[in-house]
């Protein structure tokens, strides 16, 4: 194409006339990819330079509008963030504390502002359930994770139940499940008493 004309818009236009939309997906998927290495580039340093989270929000929702992004994209790229700018301790009976301290500080300000929906809430989930069970050391942190997630109302007592029955990955699926049975056992009695409440309300 003649350099006044290469846009992204007549890349696309060229070969989708001349039948070659899989190159056109191609494009789309690489510059996708770039793009959120760029953003993930700039949310690390920003955290790195100790910048306002508010400052960083902003930057994250500005990138997410010119960029055509949903929220479950930015969610997941956020926590895997949140998570690679620290030098994690190896032993189980510290890591828990150090995970907790360093997430009291980002994530309920970073994470719940792209954690809305349901399905960004319980990707979320998911996503720090693939971590606690790629990362040895935090095996048994999952739980007070999330427990730390439903008090900062970043996750809900829905997106919890949703994920106890069918929502989860199957790493470490038995590991987890165990976990939070008491938690889970937990939400469905309060549930249950609520809904029973309800009820004598109506009658």
Request: proline content about 2%; aromatic content about 10%; glycine content about 2%.
């Amino acid at each position: 194409l003649p350099f006044n004309k290469r846009s992204l818009e007549n890349f696309e236009n060229h070969f989708k006339a001349a039948g070659l939309d899989q190159i056109v997906d191609y494009q789309r998927v690489k510059a996708s990819g770039e793009m959120r290495k760029l953003m993930q580039n700039k949310v690390r340093d920003m955290i790195k330079d100790d910048e306002p989270v508010k400052d960083i929000v902003n930057a994250l929702l500005d990138d997410m509008r010119k960029n055509n992004l949903n929220e479950h994209d930015v969610v997941v790229m956020v926590w895997n963030v949140i998570m690679s700018v620290v030098e994690w301790n190896k032993k189980e009976e510290l890591v828990a504390d150090q995970a907790l301290k360093h997430l009291r500080t980002y994530g309920p300000a970073l994470l719940a502002p792209f954690a809305t929906t349901p399905r960004s809430e319980l990707l979320l989930m998911v996503k720090v359930q693939e971590f606690c069970y790629d990362n040895m050391a935090f095996h048994k942190v999952f739980q007070k994770i999330i427990l730390f997630f439903y008090k900062a109302e970043i996750v809900s007592e829905d997106t919890i139940l949703k994920w106890n029955q069918d929502g989860h990955s199957q790493k470490g699926k038995g590991i987890f499940l165990e976990q939070m049975k008491k938690f889970v056992e937990w939400l469905q009695n309060a549930e249950e008493e609520s809904d029973e409440e309800e009820e004598e309300e109506d009658d």
